[in-house]
């Protein structure tokens, strides 16, 4: 039985990678980079299998798919996938922002991501058991500016995780979602600011955000719940972070 994780190569698919090789299961980590990916190895040890997958490329995910039945028997079943690679690109307002960004957002967050479960899904029916983990984000339960389309993404996600329980009823699969709100220690800001680090920097200073650990241990704490117990979704925020009025623009 193995643990699945995409976007293993940083961040929370990192953490995670190394949190459950710690706590001794087998873990496959995919990424486009695999330089990463054989460092980790190199870290983690025969527990931690690389492998390089484009989730945002059907090919890519299919060869992925064809490699795991090389690797050593104890790889082959996926008792747990957890569906981390995504990111958000840009803060601009709608009539601003870039459509291409939109575009990979769109391709990663929630193409990518359900081609990779409905191609995991049949072998864990099949065993009875068996557990989708989705990275959600607070951005999919409430609206802020600049937010669009990676919002718009996690809301699908979390719908889709939800549906997915619809679906997976009787089964003994289980689905959660994973909605974090400010993390710092994590490539997603360089990312989303497209490489201005300060800007991302600033974003962190003096915030006490949370850690890829935190998500790494809460996504361990999910896989260890008992069989009988589905959490369908975990809402996490820094307690630094709460909520704040709507806007009324005043004319
Ligand atoms: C990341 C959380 O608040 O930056 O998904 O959108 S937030």
């Known amino acids: 039985m193995a643990i699945l994780i995409t976007g293993a ?19 496959i980590g995919t990424a486009r980079r695999e330089d990463k990916l054989l460092d980790l190895q190199q870290e983690l040890g025969e527990l931690f299998q690389p492998i390089a997958m484009d989730v945002c490329d059907k090919n890519s995910i299919q060869a992925a798919l064809n490699h795991i039945n090389m690797l050593p028997e104890h790889f082959h079943e ?33 193409i990518g991501l359900t081609y ?27 609206p802020y500016p600049g937010g669009n389309v990676y919002g718009a993404t996690k809301a699908y996600v979390r719908q889709f995780s939800l549906n997915l329980r619809a679906d997976l009823h009787g089964t003994g699969v289980r ?5 974090p709100g400010l993390v710092g220690g994590s490539e997603f800001s360089n ?25 790494a241990d809460t996504a361990l704490w999910l896989y260890q719940r008992p069989a009988h117990m589905n959490v ?14 709507l806007n009324v623009h005043k004319t």
């Open 116 to 142: 990779l479960t409905r191609q995991i899904l049949p072998q864990m029916v099949q065993r009875g058991r068996g557990l989708v983990i989705n990275m959600g984000s607070i951005a999919g339960n409430y």
């Open 78 to 110: 996926i008792d747990c996938l957890i569906n981390n690679a995504g990111l958000a690109l840009g803060l601009d307002k709608a009539h601003q922002a870039e459509f291409d960004d939109w575009e990979t957002m769109i391709h990663t967050n929630i």
């Open 232 to 245: 369908n979704s975990i809402e996490i925020m820094p307690t630094t972070q709460s909520f704040a009025a």
């Open 175 to 179: 689905v959660s979602n994973i909605e």
């Open 191 to 215: 990312v989303r600011f497209k490489g201005d680090d300060e800007r991302a920097a600033q974003l962190y200073e003096h915030a006490n955000a949370l850690t890829p650990q935190d998500i």
């Open 9 to 27: 190569s940083a961040g929370f698919g990192a953490a995670m990678a190394k949190t459950f090789v710690q706590a001794g299961y087998a873990v």
